[in-house]
């Protein structure tokens, strides 16, 4: 950068954590390495909370070792925070790079993520002090927009997925009806990807419901019992985001007032409540006797030794890609845009505008969803299924010729 | 056998599956074609419920392919049954193994299971047709007598171990207080598993709580609060059958008349309101701001593509054992005995008699659980550790100097 060929630069991972975070935190410090202009690299602990407290770990002395066992573990390894920065935020996180002489700034996270870097951006254009931020994405929902895809999403993918291939092999030992509930607040990709283990024609789930399709609770129970009449099991998935027919979420109707937050908000995770109510639904309504639900809850996100290979090797392009990136632009998000499909899939990556992927969210398309709203199209199975690698193939002798 | 040189044998999966069932099953496979004694093996579909209905698959038949994808498949691939079978059950099966000329039986599962196999053979000893009954040991709660460890355990404790590495690294890059909830109705080994993969001094679970010592809620609470106020986080460990200090279950004592089933039992399995229950208790008592509880539910069981590779090859000894010591006695159960410790870990198989191991079960035994009943001792690590094989090291960077 001119007139500062020895600038420094930040980066901080936000948001919930995921599977292959810090792959893409990996790739940012190995890119930086290669660059010049960037003299020291700080990763801020608990991302803007540890840039305003100026709390900061020099990324380029870590062994390789080192930066290869953060790669392969997830959650963020910096730390990570829900603060949404609004504009006196970020003139706090300005004074702190300016002090600093921070010229490059990095942040790993979701579209709050991107809105952060996106203010930090234009406002430092305002004041005059040249600048570079970059947001590099992640989510397991797979909700961010402009984006083919999240990293983070494919392993969160492979994770439900192999879950629910043991899940409906267990139901297939000991037959009845289970629940399983996904991450998923407003995007039903996670919970959808739990087909993607299907082998054999009646192999569950059986029935995918995500909160893009409200549900009434009578229309889902038809569908339990039309399942369960045929097949005398039924495995099912949910989003824990699903709505009923007026548009509430389940768990909202459910959840008793003194159960919100601060904010009046209704916690989604971190309880099987939403589970535990349908199957409490099924067993008075449809008179099932073996009922029984989960909830992955924090499993999803941050299970130790069983990450996507092609999630973790795009993570770390992105972590790359990000630094490359902003050696030539002012500032953008990393996308990616797929240039193959089925065994030629391939990703090229691309710079957006922050503005395009900022506070924004994006749902399952129609054409991933089924008529009847209760599952997936091979549309989406042929998006998602590139994503978490080769699942197991699974056995089951049940189907076998007797004797 | 003197008189039947071609008799017939019967191999069934009794009770929850885990991820190693059948590798102990393609243990009875693969040893029984080395025997000619032994002319057809039949699979019995859903347990003792196939061998009445004479639902039966012929398991000479399937190809290598097969063979080794059941191996490395959890869940019980020829299904499995719940029924506890009495003397009249009992009489009934062995009806079918005579018009079968069925004279070996194998029979994978716990406790239980080895009942049935001990009735079946004291009824044909009675009647006087000759025929030889072996029970092959498995649970994920390792609680049955004789064996060192049951097959079964060291997948689930590697599932839970896994699951405790990734959620204490998330539990740091978000802080609060979280709450995981494993199986365990009466025996806390797979609780206890979940601190195999601590490698830090502050590392989560913080906190361990089983069923063989009874807990009080202020007791409960007052340990988080220390835990939390000396790290401004906690991650806390329950076995699903943990009780109060009357003896009765925390579980018992917040389910509702009306859910429990025909027999008055509990479900413990299959739903998140002790975790539930105990994230409200923390939230309203101790005050704390981010409290998450989840349930593992069945993933612990029968998760695909996670297993120990010794748990697994010591279930396929265990299958093959059993075989081999069909050639020689007249029934028994097969039990793992330790004969090396740490890296010198090892273990003989013998057999033992089926009355030594049927209806009972084994508990945490006193110098695996710490004297505040909060945790577990360096002598359960000892005896765990061999059974997961290598967990991957982890890696936080807010441990590290700052800049």
Redesign the interface.
Known sequence: MAGTPKANAVVG?SG??TGVI?ASLVGVIEEVCKHNEIE?L??A??AVQGIIRE?????KK?SIE?IE??A???????????DKPDKKYCGRILEVFKKRNVRYFFYIGGNDSANTAHIINLMAAEVGYEMRAFHIPKTIDNDLLVTDHCPGFGTAAKFVA??L???D??N???PGI?IDCVMGRNAGFLAAAAVL?KQRDDDGPHLVYVPERPISMDKFLGDVDGIYKKLGRCVIVVSEGICDVDGKTWTEKITKENEKDAHGNI?L?????L??FL?GQIRGKLGAKR?????????Q??????QSSIDVDEARRCGREAVKFSMKEQSGSVAMERIGEGEDYAVKLICTELRNVAEKTKSMPDEFINADGNGVTEAFINYAMPLTGE????????N????
């Open positions: 991972q919930g954590p810090n020291n700080y990763g602990i608990n709390d900061f770990v020099d990324l870590l080192v066992g953060v392969s573990c997830p959650s963020s390894a910096l730390g990570s925070s829900r192999s879950a291939m043991g899940d092999l267990d297939r030992a000991l289970k283990g916690q995770s971190g309880t099987g409540a589970a535990d199957s009922v029984r639900a989960d909830t992955f809850g924090y499993l996100r941050s299970f130790v030794g069983f699942l197991q193939r699974t056995y089951f002798l049940g076998y010729p007797r004797v």
